[in-house]
């Protein structure tokens, strides 16, 4: 964007990428599963929090600074893994994570991101977490950890909240794929995206880097499609836990625990 100073809250970056990126892409960020309940309560639970204000204390030096992991860390927060990050913008990984190097906060990457986990390692100075799922292919669940430690990555993020997912209604009326399968639906609506289009005729990445080329018989986006639906383990438990606490033998954060 060429005028950030006009930015001034989400809804405006919203309004944004509802112009800029295509419909498939923007819907499967701007929605939930199912009826979408959780995802409408993870915005307004937060809006019911409100902070009282102290008065008459000297504000001078004020500062978020805090550990993260034993880390050095500019505020309390994290970028949290997000599948197609690399699809809402021509290798959104890679700016996400230098993003987030700017301003010294943690970058996390999902399994299920377009660029690998070696393009962010390639195109980063500062080690970010590594996001993984707990498939039923153990051998390359045992060699994205591997990768990750290549990689130089300071956590891996267990995610135990998706052992079965659920059904994303707009994902299924967009045909969501990455890269967009050329239906005149979407061609039509890539019509209507230009800088987005420009963008990714630039970058040679177009489906997940994470898996396309490395899980077994997943060499384009038909193959990744089955594999996909047949990966998610339902059987995870804590004995999984520990086993791949053993396999990274770093430091480990479990995504997912409500109670």
Same mark, same amino acid.
């Given at each position: 964007?060429?005028?950030?100073?006009?930015?001034?809250?989400?809804?405006?970056?919203?309004?944004?990428?509802?112009?800029?990126?295509?419909?498939?892409?923007?819907?499967?960020?701007?929605?939930?599963?199912?009826?979408?309940?959780?995802?409408?309560?993870?915005?307004?639970?937060? /809006?019911?929090?409100? $902070?009282? &204000? @102290?008065?008459?204390?000297?504000?001078? !030096?004020? +500062?978020?600074?805090?550990?993260?992991?034993?880390?050095?860390?500019?505020?309390?927060?994290?970028?949290?893994?997000?599948?197609?990050?690399?699809?809402?913008?021509?290798?959104?990984?890679?700016?996400?994570?230098?993003?987030?190097?700017?301003?010294?906060?943690?970058?996390?990457?999902?399994?299920?991101?377009?660029?690998?986990?070696?393009?962010?390692?390639?195109?980063?100075?500062?080690?970010?977490?590594?996001?993984?799922?707990?498939?039923?292919?153990?051998?390359?669940?045992?060699?994205?950890?591997?990768?990750?430690?290549?990689?130089?990555?300071?956590?891996?993020?267990?995610?135990? /909240?998706?052992?079965? $997912?659920? &059904? @994303?209604?707009?994902?299924?009326?967009? !045909?969501? +794929?990455?890269?967009?399968?050329?239906?005149?639906?979407?061609?039509?609506?890539?019509?209507?995206?230009?800088?987005?289009?420009?963008?990714?005729?630039?970058?040679?990445?177009?489906?997940?880097?994470?898996?396309?080329?490395?899980?077994?018989?997943?060499?384009?986006?038909?193959?990744?499609?089955?594999?996909?639906?047949?990966?998610?383990?339902?059987?995870?438990?804590?004995?999984?836990?520990?086993?791949?606490?053993?396999?990274?033998?770093?430091?480990?954060?479990?995504?997912?625990?409500?109670?």
């Amino acid at each position: 964007m060429k005028d950030l100073k006009k930015i001034t809250e989400i809804e405006d970056l919203r309004r944004v990428a509802e112009r800029k990126v295509p419909r498939m892409f923007y819907d499967y960020v701007d929605s939930g599963s199912w009826t979408e309940t959780t995802y409408r309560n993870n915005e307004t639970d937060f /809006d019911r929090i409100k $902070l009282r &204000q @102290r008065v008459l204390v000297n504000m001078e !030096g004020r +500062s978020l600074a805090t550990d993260m992991l034993g880390s050095k860390v500019k505020m309390p927060v994290a970028i949290a893994p997000t599948g197609f990050t690399g699809m809402m913008w021509a290798d959104g990984e890679i700016h996400a994570a230098r993003a987030a190097e700017k301003f010294g906060v943690p970058f996390s990457l999902s399994t299920m991101s377009i660029c690998s986990i070696e393009d962010v390692a390639e195109n980063t100075s500062a080690p970010f977490w590594f996001q993984l799922y707990v498939m039923r292919d153990q051998e390359f669940m045992a060699n994205l950890i591997r990768r990750a430690k290549a990689a130089n990555c300071s956590a891996l993020i267990l995610t135990a /909240d998706l052992q079965v $997912l659920g &059904q @994303r209604h707009k994902d299924i009326k967009n !045909g969501l +794929s990455a890269p967009p399968k050329p239906t005149l639906a979407n061609i039509l609506n890539l019509m209507t995206k230009p800088q987005w289009c420009m963008n990714m005729l630039g970058t040679k990445r177009h489906s997940f880097g994470n898996i396309v080329g490395h899980a077994k018989n997943v060499e384009d986006i038909s193959s990744l499609s089955a594999w996909t639906a047949e990966q998610f383990d339902p059987a995870l438990s804590w004995d999984d836990v520990a086993r791949i606490k053993d396999m990274w033998g770093g430091k480990l954060i479990i995504k997912g625990i409500m109670e």
